[in-house]
């Protein structure tokens, strides 16, 4: 079983050290990276968040990609998270950077927002629906790889 420890902050239930924890699974991590709908995911990128893309290559290739995404593999999380790794996504600056986590659907991004949270990451929302509903909100994305229109 997955646990992590959680604690209270200002109100809301977050990663943190000290203060009163809780074991929970990974279903209830994944609670903490609430699923918000495209619009209110774009909106939270246009102020400051980081677009992070962990749909496969494959994925990306046939349906296109999330303009101005950064390329995250689901198995490099402890290298591009890692606030003091070389391979870090340049625009994750602390633990309090809040991040979209978007997959092809919820179930490929809440495993990844739930490792940010319980490595200290305060400010992770996952896109319901995935890039299917981004793509169908018309928001920014790139043609497959291939596609001429």
Request: charged share 20%; with cysteine; net charge negative.
């Amino acid at each position: 079983m997955f646990v992590i420890e959680l604690g209270f902050i200002g109100g809301r239930q977050q990663a943190c050290e000290g203060g009163t924890m809780a074991d929970l699974t990974i279903e209830q991590a994944r609670a903490l990276a609430p699923l918000v709908s495209p619009e209110a995911a774009a909106a939270r990128v246009a102020q400051v968040a980081v677009l992070i893309d962990v749909r496969s290559a494959a994925g990306r290739a046939s349906a296109g990609t999330l303009t101005g995404a950064h390329i995250v593999a689901k198995d490099q999380v402890d290298e591009r998270f890692g606030l003091d790794s070389a391979d870090r996504v340049p625009d994750v600056e602390s633990a309090q950077t809040p991040i979209v986590i978007v997959c092809g659907s919820e179930f490929g991004s809440g495993p990844v927002a739930a490792e940010l949270i319980s490595r200290g990451f305060t400010d992770v929302v996952q896109v319901r629906g995935g890039f299917p509903a981004w793509k169908e909100a018309g928001l920014p994305t790139e043609p497959p790889v291939g596609d001429q229109r």
